[in-house]
């Protein structure tokens, strides 16, 4: 059997189950259904879902997809679909496309923000879609909080170690110095490791400290200082985290302490070994926004859609998405804590190699949040095909992790790029048959 006729089989199929699908979906409690006791593997495996072509021309993605979330489940052999909006489709109120996920034992449904236009509209499916478990917020965490503070960068390929000097009119004492990595929304001017050198005359460095920044947003690295009178103090960054593009470095904030007493840099002077335009060194002078503004991704927002998702019928589960590269961003955790369950994902394809070391980081930074995986079937961050070492890797890690209680399912993106012919889609479909039902612990 070809790929076109599987689709085509597993589409009748899943549309000859709708209404017992429907109703054994109706039948499951919210307990039972993500809290609970689901009997296999397949009960806790996802396709994240795009409208059909979503990706087309898109990511380096060769031929046009012309597959629905419903159809490509069927394929997949997929029984739960996050239905994520892309661009403006699928269009308010969502009629169309809610018939054709009835027959599915689950289904998430995407919104923009905790206050965003779509809100009510999905929230509105609790009347047409019974097997509706949740609400996800995807691509949130980067619209959190104010717009990024101004950050230094060094140029392109700059020569490393690339230095940075704070010179001050009086001798300062810190104790700390606090160093944050950079927020460049590409991901990449980030350092990796540095040496922190003082003087306390003209020239006559020491060597004070050394450490290393996490390849993250806003990540922040603390070192000690001997308290000792300082005139200057300078930051060496030996190396960056980049692998591909800028093979720069950067910094969105440098701060003094002395015990808990932050050291006021405001007549203090700073230069850079290196500059790109527009990010001078000057900016990492700068206080950082107090607050949040208000709006659809403000905390007040996402209280409110907690007391709509408690107050309807059935109550609603919330989702959100967390990328490894944003655990430090700021407003995280307020923001967590409103929510039902977070999925990680793993943006660069090449990262996946990582990802042993990100989970523990992931569980402490989530809590008793309840966990879930994403999984790439394309490397979207390159816009290259992804591995089948590398789908490999993580499907066996989520599915061990799934077994131990670790995580609650795995969601495998996307609908979108099932009819493509790409090896490791077809590599995963067969991996969800060898696995899907494998029996989980009574007590998972």
């Known amino acids: 059997m070809n790929r076109r006729e599987a689709l085509s089989l597993g589409a009748m199929a899943l549309g000859a189950g709708t209404v017992a699908g429907a109703s054994r979906a109706a039948a499951l409690t919210r307990e039972q259904d993500m809290g609970g006791r689901p009997t296999t ?27 629905a979330p419903a159809e490509a489940a069927a394929y997949m052999g997929l029984r739960n679909v996050l239905m994520v909006r892309y661009g403006s489709r699928p269009e308010l109120p969502f009629s ?14 995407s919104i923009e923000g905790g206050g965003g236009f779509d809100v009510e509209a999905a929230l509105a499916l609790r009347n047409r879609l019974p097997n509706l478990r949740g609400l996800i917020m995807d691509d949130y965490f980067g619209r959190v909080g104010p717009p990024a503070p101004p950050m230094w960068l060094a140029a392109n390929d700059p020569v490393f170690p690339v230095t940075l000097t704070l010179a001050f009119p009086e001798a300062v004492a810190p104790t700390q110095v606090e160093l944050a990595q950079s927020a460049w929304g590409t991901g990449d001017y980030r350092c990796a490791g540095f040496e922190i050198e003082g003087a306390s005359g003209q020239d006559d460095w020491q060597r004070l400290g050394h450490g290393a920044l996490p390849n993250e947003t806003g990540a922040k690295v603390s070192v000690e200082l001997p308290g000792e009178p300082l005139r200057s103090l300078r ?3 030996l190396g960056t985290h980049d692998t591909k593009g800028a093979f720069s470095c950067g910094l969105s904030r440098v701060r003094l302490l002395r015990g808990e007493q932050e050291i006021s840099l405001a007549k203090a002077t700073v230069e850079a070994s290196s500059e790109y335009p527009g990010h001078p060194a000057t900016n990492l002078l700068q206080e950082a926004p107090a607050a949040a503004p208000e709006g659809p991704f403000s905390l007040s927002a996402l209280k409110g859609l907690r007391r709509k998702l408690a107050a309807g019928q059935p109550p609603l589960d919330l989702w959100v998405v967390l990328y490894t590269g944003e655990f430090g961003l700021p407003y995280l955790q307020e923001h967590l804590a409103l929510c039902d ?7 660069q394809g090449a990262d996946l190699a990582l990802l042993g070391g990100s989970f523990p980081r992931f569980e402490k930074l989530v809590g008793a949040r309840r ?4 999984l790439y079937m394309w490397d979207y961050g390159a816009g290259r095909p992804l591995p089948v070492d590398a789908m490999g890797t993580q499907c066996e890690l989520g599915l061990t992790w799934l077994k131990a209680g670790r995580i609650e399912g795995m969601i495998f993106l996307a ?9 490791t889609v077809e590599w995963t479909r ?5 696995h899907a039902d494998e029996t989980l612990s009574a007590a998972r």
């Not at 593997?41 to 597959?67: C, F, K, M, T």
């Not at 369950?341 to 943006?347: E, F, G, R, Y």
């Not at 609908?415 to 090896?423: F, K, P, Q, V, W």
């Open 41 to 67: 593997v397949r009960d806790r495996l996802w396709l994240w879902g795009h409208p059909a072509g979503s990706h087309n021309g898109q990511y380096g993605l060769p031929g046009e997809s012309s597959i």
């Open 96 to 109: 169309a496309e809610a018939e054709a996920l009835k027959g599915l034992d689950r289904v998430v449904w």
């Open 235 to 237: 930051v060496r960054i």
């Open 341 to 347: 369950v977070v999925t990680l994902w793993t943006w």
């Open 371 to 374: 966990k879930v995986l994403g």
């Open 415 to 423: 609908s979108c790029i099932c009819d493509l012919g790409l090896e």
């Open 430 to 434: 067969e991996w969800i048959a060898a």
